[in-house]
């Protein structure tokens, strides 16, 4: 069974601490087929695979997917 929440963690940048996001299961599925996720904005959206590797997804134009994000299921 999958979590309905999980905690993303955005990999390190030299000029900043470690972002971290919760996004909640929504009914969408991403291009692997995968739920997507998505944070109380709608901005960060993410298809996780059942090996909780994670897909960032744009939300608008111009973004640019970052890479390298890890997934943890969140128990509620």
Known sequence: MRAERYELVFP???EAAQDVVVVTRTEQSG???HPVYA??????????????E????PSGGGQDPVQG????PLDD
Do not use: C, F, N
């Open 54 to 57: 994670v897909r960032m997804l």
């Open 39 to 52: 944070d109380p904005t709608g901005i960060v959206r993410a298809e996780i695979s059942d090996r909780d």
């Open 12 to 14: 390190d940048r030299p």
């Open 69 to 72: 994000v890890r997934a943890h």
């Open 31 to 33: 291009p692997g087929g």
